[in-house]
């Protein structure tokens, strides 16, 4: 099953990627890649069914800067805080990558860039969407309380009481 979903995902967008011919060319990509090729995300998820669609556009601002920007769909399931049952999640987000070879060269950068230090050679594509979704996954996630098997006795406890009302009706009944 990895195996058959890997070979899909090479077919369609490289894993690897030529970062400064990209951000040369003013490149675009799109596509999606399964859960199963990051491995970190794979491991705080309860199942490997779960992928991550993105696009992206690399290029070079007015001030010099090569930066990469797009956006991420991830949906994967992760358990639920209060019932520890899996709870699907869909967590979409922006990425605004400034690419800067060192450290020293984050102090310089417009503050609605994060940083990404590339040195040199290739980059991977699901690694670096995979630690952009890292920084957004909630810490403890949670089911909505009408959808939370632990929620049940809450509600329970709501319909069963009698509401104020209702004994009110029954003295004006009689
Ligand atoms: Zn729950």
Known sequence: ????????LMASVPQFIDLPLLIEQRGELSGEFPLVSMPRLLELATSEDGCVSF????GKDAQGIDFITGHYRASLQVKCQRCLTPINLNLTGKINLAVI??????GELPGFYEPLIHGSGRLSLPALLEDEIILTLPMAPLHLIAECPSGDL??????????????LKGIKNK
Do not use: Q
């Open 154 to 167: 809450l509600r329970e406890y709501a319909t069963t009481r009698e509401s104020p009302f209702a004994v």
């Open 101 to 106: 070879e060192n450290e020293a060269a984050t």
């Open 1 to 8: 099953m990895w195996v058959i979903k890997l070979a899909g």
């Open 55 to 58: 696009d992206l556009t690399f």
